[in-house]
């Protein structure tokens, strides 16, 4: 049985419909489901199936039309829009698949922008660590345009974990990333969970992108299946 010390995250009965004129989409059906502190999640779907969206509501970026969400016991419904914004960024972390470097600053200010956003002192040391796991140590003064695919999407990761989240949310993060490069960034967020035990909650359409992993959620036409 899980301990309650152990649940970092849940949702209860999380739905979410989108109305058009007369029309409603089901995008989510009564979604129940737990993470475990230090663990590593994949949700995983065909497009369509709802599993973007679950993120996003797991990650507070977007609302449920029913149900509820909590992170260490707290509900979100019941935090206002600076407080969701506050415990997101002491918490969160975020990578997608598009990567959403800015085009206009270097590597390295790419990567301290949750400090500056955030108004959080970030731990030097720990940067250095994060730089050099992840193999973009002579890439720091480069501009975005000047990486790879891969090496944008690592630059993203640095981002990401810069201020030790407790989760990192990921969305499709090796979707446009080929098989090399996709094992590099699945082995990174292995090593960073196991040193650090960062909770990862990942987005994917590769059933099988991490091995080992804590748990499958399988999402078809926003419910989760059991098989």
């Not at 979410?16 to 029309?23: D, I, L, N, R």
């Not at 914004?85 to 990567?99: D, I, M, P, S, T």
């Not at 949750?114 to 003064?141: A, C, H, T």
């Not at 090796?174 to 040193?195: A, C, R, Y």
Request: hydrophobic share 35%; with cysteine; glycine share 8%.
């Amino acid at each position: 049985m899980m301990r309650s010390d152990d649940v970092l995250l849940l949702c209860d009965a999380i739905s979410k419909a989108y109305e058009s004129g007369k029309t409603q989409t089901r995008v989510l059906k009564q979604v129940n489901l737990v993470f475990k502190t230090g663990s590593i999640n994949l949700i995983y779907g065909k497009s369509g199936s709802g599993k973007t969206t679950l993120l996003n509501i797991l990650a507070g970026l977007d609302k449920a039309s029913q149900g509820n969400v909590y992170y260490l016991g707290k509900r979100y419904g019941s935090m206002n829009d600076s407080e969701m914004a506050k415990l997101r960024g002491e918490n969160f972390g975020f990578v997608f698949q598009a990567y959403h470097l800015i085009p206009r600053i270097n590597i390295k200010e790419n990567i301290l922008c949750p400090s500056y956003i955030n108004g959080i002192q970030y731990d030097k040391e720990y940067y250095q660590f994060l730089i050099k796991i992840l193999g973009i140590e002579k890439l720091i003064r480069k501009m975005p345009y000047e990486l790879s695919g891969g090496e944008q999407q690592r630059v993203a990761i640095a981002r990401a974990m810069l201020l030790k989240p407790k989760i990192v949310f990921a969305d499709e993060p090796t979707g446009n990333l080929d098989s090399k490069s996709t094992k590099v960034v699945t082995e990174l967020f292995q090593k960073l969970n196991e040193k650090y035990k960062t909770t990862f909650i990942i987005v994917t359409h590769e059933e099988n992108l991490i091995e080992g992993c804590e748990q499958v959620i399988r999402l078809r036409d926003g419910e989760i299946i059991i098989e």
